[in-house]
């Protein structure tokens, strides 16, 4: 069978970064980021955020193969901005984002269910 073993879904091989930058040749400021181990959840929700950034020109992703498990994320920004920082600050909003929707959710369930 084609499909890869189920422990080839969520482990790194040795020697293997998570996500490694690669310089776009042919556009400016711009860059590919390649993130192992991922799919289009992730790089549906880093897309979205990356859009929201005024200096964000063009942000998009694609999965290169469907039996690989990896994505790659294109950015390219204007030129008072870099893809690196880019990726860093849609990053670092999405965790806010998040630690948000989790501690409303806790608030809510707790409040919910009342005291034990």
Aim: some cysteine.
């Amino acid at each position: 069978m084609n499909a890869p073993e189920e422990h080839e879904l969520f482990c790194l091989p040795e020697g293997v970064k998570k996500v490694s930058v690669e310089a776009d040749t042919k556009v400016t400021d711009a860059a590919n980021f390649h993130v192992q181990l991922e799919d289009h959840t992730l790089g549906n929700i880093i897309r979205m955020q990356l859009l929201r950034d005024p200096k964000v020109i063009f942000a998009g992703y694609k999965i290169p193969h469907p039996l690989e498990n990896r994505l790659i994320i294109k950015v390219q920004t204007t030129d008072d901005s870099s893809p690196v920082d880019a990726m860093a600050g849609a990053i670092r909003d999405l965790h806010k984002e998040l630690v948000s929707i989790s501690e409303k959710f806790k608030r809510e369930v707790f409040a919910r269910r009342g005291p034990d």
